[in-house]
């Protein structure tokens, strides 16, 4: 019964920031600078995530040595996203690249 629970208040954590957003902006109209500024969300988030997870160990120190293969990924990834602007294309090329240079060539 606790997992239960558990599940149902992830779920309403979750559901939350999505929702009231959506409740506060329906009858009311977005200003442009929001819109601008909500452009450049996407993108810090995923830079967020691919600079931990490249450069961030578990004990949450920086790696300097021993990462080349992720290092070389995330820099194809970059090159890939400015190009095409695909986020589905980043991940995709992302996640093949890691498995190539990391678990199959050993870089």
């Known amino acids: 019964m606790d997992h239960f629970w558990l599940v149902i208040f992830c779920a309403i954590v979750a559901f939350i920031p999505r929702f009231f957003p959506l409740l506060f902006f329906t009858k009311r109209k977005i200003p ?3 819109n601008e500024w909500m452009r450049f969300v996407p993108v810090s988030l995923f830079t967020a995530l691919v600079v931990k997870s490249v450069f961030i160990d578990s ?7 021993g990462n080349l293969g992720m290092i070389i990924s995330a820099i194809l990834v970059g090159v890939i996203a400015y190009r095409t602007r695909s986020m589905t294309l980043s991940v995709v090329v992302g996640l093949v690249s890691v498995m190539i240079f990391v678990l199959v060539l050993h870089i």
Request: no cysteine; proline share 0%.
């Open 32 to 34: 442009e600078w929001f």
């Open 59 to 65: 004990k949450y120190q920086i790696m300097t040595s």
